[in-house]
């Protein structure tokens, strides 16, 4: 019988997946929604939703790998979701009022 484990030498992404739907999370619940989650009703909201979503999250895939390649571990979670959010969220921006 053998066992699997998820190797600690690896990128996992179901980390930064989790981190990029929390945080896209509260910015729609304290910017769609108006500090609530009335926004979920509305099929448009899930649109820009999922835009958010996937430039910060490759904002932050791509800040993780950056940081993995010179320190692999926690850490590197920290700065790439911390440095990712703001980097996908700020091309949003600039993408968004061109």
Do not use: C, H
Not at 50 to 70: A, D, E, H
């Amino acid at each position: 019988m053998s066992t699997v484990s998820l190797s600690t030498n690896k990128m996992k992404t179901w980390v930064l997946l989790l981190a990029t739907f929390l945080i896209t999370n509260f910015l729609f619940f304290i910017d769609e929604g108006y500090f609530d989650f009335t926004w979920i009703s509305l099929w448009g909201n899930w649109v820009m939703f999922v835009i958010y979503f996937l430039f910060i999250f490759t904002g932050q895939w791509l800040m993780t790998r950056l940081s993995w390649r010179f320190e692999p571990g926690p850490l590197s979670y920290i700065f790439g979701i911390t440095l990712g959010s703001v980097l996908g969220g700020g091309l949003l921006i600039v993408l968004l009022s061109a």
